[in-house]
């Protein structure tokens, strides 16, 4: 599924860091993301809609994966990816991912690559059939390396968007988040969003196929 829109559950897909920034933020070099960086974005989208899995999330993560590639593609060139790059360290990555233990500290957690991208937002200013009294930017899809959390990069790359939308005319900026991801709503809370529209869902029992 796309990073951009279409799909209404794809915005919901915020996982975010949740800190002040602190030694292990300042870093990390927050900055507009390339053509080279599409990979390492789409591998992030996929880990963050496995995240999302736990709060209810309908995304699969590595089916949509060629999408989320050519979505973050498509924000490359519309200016609307942003990207938060680790130390040219080459520090293990102790995050959730998966692993065979190649290219591996040996305890199974990959090891980051000198700038290895350990974060990204997407974002954009919506357009659609219908006029608003407002411009409207949108912030699809935010996200942070576990081990990377709490020391302000998602924060970082908040404002960054915050700001890119602004300069490109925005009034409001919405975002949407899973009813029961706490930490983002409180992320999000602290840094002045305010609810503003609910969407609601209801399960149908049985297969659909009942004509009674």
Do not use: C
Request: no cysteine; aromatic share 4%; glycine share 12%.
């Amino acid at each position: 599924m796309p990073l951009d829109p279409p799909d209404a559950d794809a915005p919901d897909l915020n996982r975010l860091d949740g800190g002040e920034a602190g030694s292990a933020g300042d870093s990390v070099t927050v900055e507009s993301g390339t053509m080279d960086d599409v990979d390492a974005v789409a591998d992030l989208w996929v880990a963050l809609a496995d995240g999302q899995r736990s709060y209810g999330t309908h995304l699969a993560g590595a089916e949509n994966r060629p999408d989320a590639a050519d979505a973050a593609a498509r924000a490359v060139v519309t200016d609307g990816l942003v990207v938060a790059r680790g130390p040219d360290s080459g520090e293990a990555d102790l995050d959730d991912t998966e692993t065979d233990g190649a290219d591996s500290d040996g305890t199974g957690s990959p090891r980051s690559e000198p700038g290895a991208i350990v974060g990204f937002v997407t974002f954009g200013v919506e357009s659609g059939r219908y006029d608003l009294d407002v411009t409207r930017g949108v912030v699809y899809n935010l996200f942070v390396r576990e081990r990377h959390r709490g020391a302000g990069v998602g924060s970082r790359l908040l404002a960054t968007a915050e700001s890119s939308l602004a300069d490109a005319g925005a009034d409001v900026i919405s975002l949407e988040v899973m009813a029961d991801n706490a930490d983002a709503k409180r992320f999000y809370d602290r840094h002045g969003y305010e609810p503003h529209r609910v969407e609601l869902e209801k399960s149908i029992p049985g297969d659909g196929s009942d004509t009674d």
